[in-house]
């Protein structure tokens, strides 16, 4: 199946750019810069633009925990699970952005039985 160049698949894959280097930078960095937010908001865009793209637990787990982290709101044991969390919502909003482009292969991949 060819990739088609629609609007949709152009700002989903600017979608999935952004949440990977945003989880790339959080990663590496014990305190990310001010740029996430930026990011955090064309997420929820995303979100609110396309209904049903993508679920908002997910979206929900990737803003707030970013958010949170950035804001400096989490010390100690509580930072790092928060961490793991926010990295795993960008890591499916990464995953369903490759589904919705790939018009549902990658599901039927993954989960056919």
Do not use: C, K
């Not at 609007?7 to 990310?32: E, Q, S, Y």
């Not at 740029?35 to 997420?43: A, H, R, V």
């Not at 609110?48 to 804001?71: N, Q």
């Amino acid at each position: 199946m060819p990739l088609r160049f629609t609007l949709f698949n152009a700002v989903t894959l600017l979608i999935m750019a952004v949440t990977l280097v945003t989880g790339m930078a959080l990663a590496r960095r014990r305190r990310t810069p001010n740029w996430p937010f930026l990011s955090y908001l064309l997420i929820l865009a995303y979100w609110r633009a396309f209904e049903g793209a993508l679920h908002g637990v997910g979206v929900s787990a990737a803003v707030g925990g970013g958010l949170l982290l950035r804001l400096g709101w989490l010390r100690g044991r509580l930072q790092e699970p928060v961490r793991w969390i926010t990295l795993a919502a960008f890591g499916y909003i990464l995953l369903r952005g490759a589904d919705l482009i790939l018009g549902g292969e990658l599901s039927y991949l993954l989960f056919r039985r």
